[in-house]
């Protein structure tokens, strides 16, 4: 019964940890495998607090639609902060963010 008991938790955990897709999957639209990191710690973006961001067309751009904090720990091991990461992404740049309808991110 123990092991049943901690087997559960620990699914529980792995399961709270893994993030899911922000927004919906527009099929009438292209979907873009970007860079995607934290703006200020791996895309030397000015800005004191940690954010997301993403390379398009080579310029890095903020995210708006879904937050670093969306994603999982940005200080963990793989986190944004540590790492940069693929994501596939639907949306398009306006005043200087990358606005985001989907973001999908990639497993490492």
């Known amino acids: 019964m123990k092991k049943l008991l901690l087997l559960f938790f620990l699914s529980s955990f792995v399961a709270a940890a893994q993030t899911k897709p922000a927004g919906k999957l527009d099929a009438s639209k292209p979907v873009l495998v970007l860079e995607t990191s934290c703006g200020s710690c791996n ?3 000015p800005g004191k607090e940690c954010f997301l961001a993403v390379k398009f067309e080579g310029k890095a751009y903020a995210v708006q639609g879904t937050s670093i904090d969306d994603h999982g720990d940005a200080h963990d091991e793989k986190g944004f902060c540590m ?9 398009s740049v306006k005043d200087d963010k990358f606005v985001v309808s989907y973001f999908e991110l990639l497993k490492p």
Do not use: I, N, S
């Open 83 to 91: 790492a940069v990461r693929k994501a596939k992404v639907q949306g």
């Open 43 to 45: 895309f030397e973006m």
